[in-house]
């Protein structure tokens, strides 16, 4: 069974960049398609992107497309999310998630193929 811990958030002016990171412990993370998930107060969780295990193909919502970055690095059991001309809306808690699947990428726009998940890290974008 996989942990994993994010790290990276904080606080950020607008049109800033941030990058999360999110550590994968007990399990080798190659095995996993990864995502990244966020929720803001009173809203639901909300897909952000994901990347595949086996070709490290990559889906993003449609809000983030040019702006977001996933990555995998294998060797560092690690996922990052690289964010760059964040907007107010931004503003939430973001949660890394790992699914032990292998399906086309696209599905996993849903946090119902997702079985481990992070404690998440709060990321502020300030006007």
């Known amino acids: 069974q996989v942990q994993l811990v994010e790290s990276g958030g904080g606080l950020v002016q607008a049109e800033g960049s941030l990058r999360l990171s999110c550590a994968a412990s007990g399990d080798t993370l190659s095995a996993y398609t990864m995502a990244w998930f966020r929720q803001a107060p009173g809203k639901e969780r909300e897909f952000v992107a994901a990347?595949?295990?086996?070709?490290?193909?990559?889906y993003y919502v449609d809000s983030v497309k040019g702006r977001f970055t996933i990555s995998r690095d294998n060797a560092q059991n690690t996922v990052y999310l690289q964010m760059n001309r964040l907007k107010i809306e931004d503003t939430a808690e973001y949660y890394c998630?790992?699914?032990?699947?292998?399906?086309?990428?696209?599905?996993?726009?849903?946090?119902?193929?997702?079985?481990?998940w992070g404690q998440g890290t709060q990321v502020t974008v300030s006007s």
């Open positions: 990347i595949s295990r086996s070709d490290s193909s990559t």
């Open positions: 998630a790992a699914a032990p699947s292998t399906y086309p990428i696209a599905v996993y726009s849903t946090h119902k193929r997702f079985e481990y």
